[in-house]
RNA sequence: UCCGCAGUAGCUCAAUGGCAGAGCACUCGGCUGUUAACCGAGGGGUUGUAGGUUCGAGUCCUACCUGCGGAG
């Protein structure tokens, strides 16, 4: 009994460096280019998973956080409820974030080791050390279908010796990721892998991440040292965190190219719709991004017109939808002006509906790219939509 | 009718006789591997009215107006 490669990923199209492709994991197929929403405690905040699995969403794998599940429920709890997907509800496929970014984005509350990191944790203010092998471990624990490698995350305007420091230790601890999940896998720590049900069979899988900050030598160096450990997808990491634009653009338009055209390239925490189009015209394939579920709940739809903030008074009486050419259930039903009204008397169906338009935006914009790349017009649909996005149709 | 208490931003309230503020509300902005139903900025005032004391009054004095409580 051969145990089938815990993933595959197939290019079936080309559009210049734009793929179109078919990422194959243990819970199905997932179409690629794909934005995957980011549910971080266990939950795609403010959506209910019957809505993720609908057509209209049609959520092919969603986000969990190793730091926020390890310090709450902690991961006693999910593993003797089964592992993460019984645990939440959800069968389909999940990609866990190491607690890699949290130790960026939780700088105040954490100290760097070559052995790991030591966190506050933010919940009781406890002292809990996190390293590759307790995120590998964690990860296994949760039964996710896609492991990230815990990697350092540097801050956006470091020097280029501190990001070298930076890269250097990410390449360590990618090393030390790789060798703990691997012997977690051979002894079946995974609580994901259902051998009893005989349903799943496929093993997790491992993506590494390629850091560097904005040196685009250091970002090749990273690259070729993560390749050479040797992992089932490769993500970019360490963007969007504070930098230009440009910068960001510039790493990947320099980075993606060179990674592995057989594998799937994933950048990390990105980002806005034309965000997406523009990496993926980079030849990227996973994207995950708070900013429909955040900004969902503060209040600002994305649209093809450009962003349309829920709470400015000129909606007061407006009787449009927040998208005309949206077909999702809200803008189908809702007013800009009962929209706004939620979102001012602080009703929660202001965040349950702005989060569902902006992820049906997002999903739907993701699908009209797939098909724009197979059938070679993804450029034009490229152009039209970023045009369509600043013209501002309010 | 008398006695007491209170009148300050749209609302609830601060301000030893020394630059009139806060929270909420409102208006606008931000949010990119979630410490985020969050964060930030802004507009808002003849301090109930009329006098007086004082170098200087939201504050002290007098009268009046309004509200609340008590007595009769």
Same mark, same amino acid.
């Given at each position: 009994m051969s145990t089938p490669p815990p993933i595959t990923f197939t290019v079936v199209a080309r559009d210049g460096n734009a793929r179109a492709g078919l990422l194959t994991t243990r819970r199905g197929v997932i179409e690629t280019p $794909? +934005?995957?929403? $980011? @549910? &971080? /405690? =266990? &939950?795609?905040k403010a959506t209910r998973f019957e809505a993720l699995e609908s057509p209209e969403l049609d959520a092919r794998i969603i986000l969990g956080n190793t730091y926020h599940l390890w310090l709450r429920p902690g991961i006693e709890t999910i593993k003797s409820c089964g592992g993460l997907h019984r645990f939440i509800g959800w069968d389909r /496929? %999940? %990609? &866990?974030?190491? @607690? @890699? +970014?949290?130790?960026?984005?939780? =700088? /105040?509350?954490?100290?760097?080791t070559e052995e790991g990191t030591e966190f506050r944790s933010h919940v009781d203010g406890s002292l809990r050390f996190l390293s590759p092998e307790v995120s590998m471990e964690v990860q296994a624990e949760l039964g996710s279908d896609i492991v990230m490698a815990f990697d350092e995350c540097a801050p956006a305007d470091a020097l280029a010796e501190d990001s070298r420091r930076s890269m250097e230790l990410t390449a360590r601890w990618a090393q030390r990721s790789r060798a703990k999940f691997d012997t977690l896998q051979s002894e079946g720590v995974d609580t994901g892998r259902r051998d009893d049900a005989g349903a799943l069979s496929g093993a997790q899988a491992l993506f590494g991440i390629v850091q560097g900050g904005a040196h685009l030598d250091l970002r090749k160096e990273s690259l070729s040292r993560t390749v050479q450990i040797g992992f089932d997808g490769y993500a970019i990491g360490g963007l969007s965190v504070g930098e230009e634009k440009s910068v960001m653009w510039d790493v990947v338009g320099e980075v993606a190219p060179e990674m592995l055209a057989n594998q799937a390239r994933y950048l990390m925490g990105v980002g806005t719709p034309e965000d997406l189009v523009e990496g993926v015209a980079r030849g990227i394939d996973m994207f995950d991004c708070v900013l429909p579920t955040r900004n969902g709940r503060t209040g600002q739809a994305f649209t093809s017109h450009g962003k349309v903030n829920v709470k400015n008074a000129q909606w007061a009486l407006d009787t449009r939808p927040l998208d005309e050419s949206c077909g999702c259930g809200v803008c189908r039903r809702h007013s800009r002006a009962y929209l706004r009204h939620l979102y001012m008397s602080g009703e929660m169906l202001a965040s349950v509906l702005l989060t569902h338009h902006n992820l049906a935006f997002f999903l739907d914009t993701m699908r009209r790219v797939r098909q724009s790349i197979r059938s070679g017009d993804f450029m034009k649909f490229r152009r039209e939509f970023t045009e369509r996005l600043s013209a501002s149709g309010d």
């Amino acid at each position: 009994m051969s145990t089938p490669p815990p993933i595959t990923f197939t290019v079936v199209a080309r559009d210049g460096n734009a793929r179109a492709g078919l990422l194959t994991t243990r819970r199905g197929v997932i179409e690629t280019p $794909v +934005f995957m929403p $980011v @549910g &971080t /405690a =266990g &939950t795609v905040k403010a959506t209910r998973f019957e809505a993720l699995e609908s057509p209209e969403l049609d959520a092919r794998i969603i986000l969990g956080n190793t730091y926020h599940l390890w310090l709450r429920p902690g991961i006693e709890t999910i593993k003797s409820c089964g592992g993460l997907h019984r645990f939440i509800g959800w069968d389909r /496929a %999940l %990609l &866990t974030d190491s @607690g @890699g +970014f949290q130790v960026w984005s939780l =700088g /105040a509350l954490r100290k760097i080791t070559e052995e790991g990191t030591e966190f506050r944790s933010h919940v009781d203010g406890s002292l809990r050390f996190l390293s590759p092998e307790v995120s590998m471990e964690v990860q296994a624990e949760l039964g996710s279908d896609i492991v990230m490698a815990f990697d350092e995350c540097a801050p956006a305007d470091a020097l280029a010796e501190d990001s070298r420091r930076s890269m250097e230790l990410t390449a360590r601890w990618a090393q030390r990721s790789r060798a703990k999940f691997d012997t977690l896998q051979s002894e079946g720590v995974d609580t994901g892998r259902r051998d009893d049900a005989g349903a799943l069979s496929g093993a997790q899988a491992l993506f590494g991440i390629v850091q560097g900050g904005a040196h685009l030598d250091l970002r090749k160096e990273s690259l070729s040292r993560t390749v050479q450990i040797g992992f089932d997808g490769y993500a970019i990491g360490g963007l969007s965190v504070g930098e230009e634009k440009s910068v960001m653009w510039d790493v990947v338009g320099e980075v993606a190219p060179e990674m592995l055209a057989n594998q799937a390239r994933y950048l990390m925490g990105v980002g806005t719709p034309e965000d997406l189009v523009e990496g993926v015209a980079r030849g990227i394939d996973m994207f995950d991004c708070v900013l429909p579920t955040r900004n969902g709940r503060t209040g600002q739809a994305f649209t093809s017109h450009g962003k349309v903030n829920v709470k400015n008074a000129q909606w007061a009486l407006d009787t449009r939808p927040l998208d005309e050419s949206c077909g999702c259930g809200v803008c189908r039903r809702h007013s800009r002006a009962y929209l706004r009204h939620l979102y001012m008397s602080g009703e929660m169906l202001a965040s349950v509906l702005l989060t569902h338009h902006n992820l049906a935006f997002f999903l739907d914009t993701m699908r009209r790219v797939r098909q724009s790349i197979r059938s070679g017009d993804f450029m034009k649909f490229r152009r039209e939509f970023t045009e369509r996005l600043s013209a501002s149709g309010d």
